[in-house]
């Protein structure tokens, strides 16, 4: 089983700011089936990202996905007010998905 | 518009059943994967099981193996969990997703808003 490892737990910015989040892979992932959502509290996640790079239909253009191999990464270039939220990766194999343990954007 | 309404949620005591249901509208379910996803109070996103457009495959996180049983009816435009044995640790919000495979990238692209189960005495 593939497990995703997502790093910092929390990030603590201040919108503008820049936000870079991490998920690494045990194993090699196929990119085709790297994927990123957001989640905000009582809501369902949402789909940004999929293929590790390609945004989801009316996601801005802010949010960017990048990596291969076991690295990937979400970048959110300047944060938004409605961009804190927790941030999940997401990798399928074998007929099976698995989720990263996400990673809180929190207001600084 | 595409949707995904879960419902059977409730309070149950340790070792008791439920069965989960959601109900899909705006688009032809038999075309897809379906999946479900839970999340425990505080917690993260876990899988929990999938099953393929006809049925006929299914696949389980370790935990749930022997207990859930995933299922569908394309006719009815459903999707349906069954839970036997419940621990307190199945205690989550239970979501239902729409799999997605496009000519580049897999992924979840439609999701219920979830139905809460809670395990306890």
């Known amino acids: 089983e593939i497990v995703l490892t997502q790093s910092p737990g929390t990030l603590s910015l201040s919108p503008g700011d820049r936000a870079t989040l991490s998920c690494r892979a045990s194993?090699?992932?196929?990119?085709?089936?790297l994927a990123w959502y957001q989640q905000k509290p009582g809501q369902a996640p949402r789909l940004l990202i999929y293929?590790?790079?390609s945004r989801a239909t009316g996601i801005p253009d802010r949010f960017s996905g990048s990596g291969s191999g076991t690295d990937f990464t979400l970048t959110i270039s300047r944060l938004e007010p409605e961009d804190f939220a927790v941030y999940y990766c997401q990798q399928y194999d074998s007929s099976r998905w698995t989720f990263g343990q996400g990673t809180k954007v929190e207001i600084k | 518009e595409e949707q995904l309404v879960e419902s059977g949620g409730g309070l149950v005591q340790p070792g008791g059943s439920l069965r989960l249901s959601c109900a899909v509208s705006?688009?032809?379910?038999?075309?897809?994967?379906m999946t479900w996803v839970r999340q425990a109070p505080g917690k993260g996103l876990e899988w929990v099981a999938n099953?393929?457009?006809?049925?006929?495959?299914?696949y389980y996180v370790d935990s749930v193996k022997g207990r859930f049983t995933i299922s569908r009816d394309n006719a009815k435009n459903s999707l349906d969990l069954q839970m036997n044995s419940l621990r307190a640790e199945d205690t989550a919000v239970y979501y239902c997703?729409?799999?997605?495979?496009?000519?580049?990238?897999?992924?979840?692209?439609?999701w219920g808003q979830g139905t809460m189960v809670t395990v306890s005495s």
């Open positions: 997703a729409r799999e997605r495979l496009r000519n580049i990238g897999y992924y979840l692209d439609c």
């Open positions: 194993q090699n992932v196929n990119s085709n089936y």
């Open positions: 099953i393929n457009q006809d049925g006929s495959g299914k």
């Open positions: 293929a590790a790079s």
């Open positions: 705006g688009f032809t379910l038999n075309n897809f994967w």
